[in-house]
């Protein structure tokens, strides 16, 4: 299996903030990769896929760059209504894998 | 707008078969080249993608829960299910159903159901 590891688990920050997250891939998953955005109680959103491609209706402040093993989710400046948990997916097959998470905090 | 709704029951005693239901509203399970998708959130593996089934068919499973996991789809009430059997307390997680789109990448999801396996 491919393994998805992001970088911090948990990071504090405050509106305004530019803010970035890191998920590192086992092997190149070339750029199939997504993020998603997860608050408890609701449903998981899609962010971004194909590694820098954003989802329809998503807010231009966030971002996606990378290729093969390393990959970032930049949020421009943080809104309030971005704190929640971060998820890096690998899709490269389908025995897809996911990133451990990263809780974006009110600092 | 296509959501999904999970049901199912909270509690499942160990060894015992776990079952969960996907409604899907706002569309038909049967149009569009979908993946409809079981995922799974424990405490201690994180999210794990379970297996999905083809809108016309098919299925693929985690080769890790293959021999327990059947996926099956009833389009007639347009929801598809989960049965994993022999549970333990390792498979106590929160439960979500997705609709997969390239296969593993998912566009919907349902808020999630929480299992716990207990005697």
Known sequence: DIQMTQSPSTLSASVGDRVTITCRASQSISDWLAWYQHK?????KLLIYRASTLESGVPSRFSGSGSGTEF?????SL?????????CQQYNSYSNTFGG??????K | QVQ?????PGLVKPSQTLSLTCTV??????????YWSWIRQTAGKGLEWMGHIYS?????????????????VDASKNQFSLKLSSVTAADTAVYFCARGIVASLFDKWGRGTLVTVSS
């Open chain 2, 25 to 34: 509203s706002g569309g038909s399970i049967s149009n569009g080249n979908y």
């Open chain 1, 101 to 106: 998470g990263t809780k974006v905090e009110i």
């Open chain 1, 79 to 87: 809104q309030p209504d971005d704190f929640a948990t971060y998820y």
């Open chain 2, 56 to 72: 016309i068919g098919g299925t693929n499973y985690n080769p890790s829960l293959k021999s327990r996991v059947t996926i099956s």
């Open chain 2, 4 to 8: 999904l709704q999970e049901s199912g």
């Open chain 1, 40 to 44: 408890a109680g609701e449903a998981p």
């Open chain 1, 72 to 76: 970032t989710l930049t949020i421009s």
